[in-house]
């Protein structure tokens, strides 16, 4: 497996831990019942919970993207440096992007949420 694809595999998993959290977050605030029923009067979440359901979904939304890039470098048979330094500034930069947003860290945020676009961006100017 290469490199690349290793690093999707890890933010797959990163994802699922980011799913994990933020249920566990909105179960502790508006309880158990609420979320298993149908969710038509579930409250906004506040607070971490809130932070990191939101977290989560920009996780969701950058997936696909990072998802598509590793994929087609697989299948172009593409593997180079800059492909792996891309896939390695996008997992490290989500990781800290998780820690950081839920921590309630607001510029700190974006600037890791940039190193994560920066490796996307690195991955897609190869593939070019």
Do not use: C
Not at 30 to 51: F, S
Not at 72 to 80: I, Q, W
């Amino acid at each position: 497996m290469s490199p690349a694809l290793t690093l999707l595999l890890w933010s797959v998993a990163l994802t699922f831990i980011q799913m994990l959290i933020a249920v566990s977050g909105a179960t502790l605030q508006v309880g158990l019942p609420k979320l298993a029923g149908n969710r038509h009067d579930v409250p906004r979440l506040t607070g971490w919970a809130g932070r990191a359901q939101r977290a989560h979904y920009n996780m969701l939304e950058n997936m696909v993207l990072f998802a598509v890039l590793v994929l087609t470098a697989e299948l172009t048979d593409k593997d180079n440096a800059m492909i792996r330094l891309g896939a390695q500034l996008f997992f490290w930069g989500r990781l800290a992007y998780a820690i950081i947003f839920i921590a309630g860290i607001p510029w700190a945020r974006t600037a890791v949420w940039g190193v994560s676009v920066a490796g996307m961006i690195m991955i897609f100017v190869q593939l070019l």
